[in-house]
């Protein structure tokens, strides 16, 4: 539901502005609101969670989510709309925020692997799934719903959700009462939302003083944010977030690593989009369609993975990343010798292995960068790597949309999956300084 919430949206929007009369900026904030309320409230989600326990903060959000879903799908005005998926990102959040720590709670760790292999193989498949069911969807048009059928899809789904998690989630209390830190709260939601709202207006304005300033004052809200968690830490009231987390080498390197896939990944999804849409001549549906073989293949990559991880360790993580780029590399080269003129028929096997490849990298990523951390300390991971998660992202679409977005020329596209490649692969390089899990040595 998270997962598909963040892009169903995308093929729905001109039929939303039709009916709403959407302004140019209320269509992008149907999209943004969401992003933008998910990413600033994952860490104080992840913190609440862990102060009130993890199965009531996760039913909780649960029913916010779905009652903000309908909601959505009941709006009559294009700001309603934006209020209703601003408080759907709040509930996203609050779900989200206490996934690792639920899973790693509820298996023993020598099952990690494959619960993450499970979890992964659903998440990637659900977000690409999200264009493609929107178009549905909308073409269907059930019961006369049009587009508000993309949204009052989750009452259904929520209802299920809630019941399965009140019959079978079952974890302890929290050990111990806390106050939650609201000046962390307040700097954290603060400094992320400006850096975020910075990076959406350079996709969509390019480099001007006003987001470079802001970016300013995000990193200076970061800082400050640094110092006064490092005091809570020293003085043991509860922090929001542990940097003791990052004296792990496999934390770290996987950090960044998240980071830097994450931005990737949207910089490539998003090129997909602008080329086989506005300078190859796709339709929407028709690069949905296009993009299915993808999403099976990240779900097989990512159901192998455990396998994979077995016999090379965290070598499939080179393996994966490195394949990956050689993939997109063959195809900017494909569209560069053909210019533009693509054969379904012959891609969909290259796009079914590029899609295995970030599988077999991203899945086993997770528990590999959390192999050496104490079950507390993977309480505080649960927020922070979907709020790094997020960052990546922002960074991916802002550097993407500042540097090639604007040429919409075919060989500005191979130039965009040419520079895809090149950062993918030295990922791979970066991967070979991440140590064997704990597990393995």
Known sequence: MQMIDGTIVITALPSISADLAASRQAQLLVVSGYALAFACTLLTAARIGELVGRRTMFLASVVAFTVASVWCGMSGSAVELVTARVLQGIAAAGMAAQTIAIATASFPRRRHPQVFAIYGAMAGFAGMLGPILGGALVTADLFGLGWHAIFLINLPLGLIAFALVLRYLRLGRPAQRERLDLGGVALSTVSLFVLLYALTDIQQNGWRPGALALIGVAVGGAAAFCAQQRRKARDGSGALVRFDLFADRRFAIGSVLVTVFFGLFTAFVFAISVTLQDELGFSPWRTGLMMTPFAVGVCAGALLSPILVRRWGVRTLTAGITTYGVWVAIGAGYLYLTDGVVSTALVIGPV??????????????????????????????????????????????????????????????????????????????????????????
Do not use: C, W
């Not at 959390?370 to 802002?398: F, K, V, Y």
């Not at 075919?410 to 140590?435: Q, R």
């Open 352 to 441: 079914f292995l590029a899609g295995s490849s970030v599988g077999m990298f991203f899945v086993p990523l997770q528990p590999i960068m959390l192999s050496g951390l104490r079950q507390r300390q993977m309480d505080a991971a649960s927020g922070l790597l979907p709020t790094i998660e997020q960052i990546g992202n922002a960074l991916g679409l802002a550097l993407l949309s500042a540097v090639f977005f604007r040429a919409h020329t075919l060989g500005g596209s191979v130039t965009m999956f040419a520079a895809i490649a090149a950062v993918a692969i030295a990922m791979g390089v970066l991967t070979l300084a991440l140590p064997e899990s704990a597990e393995r040595r």
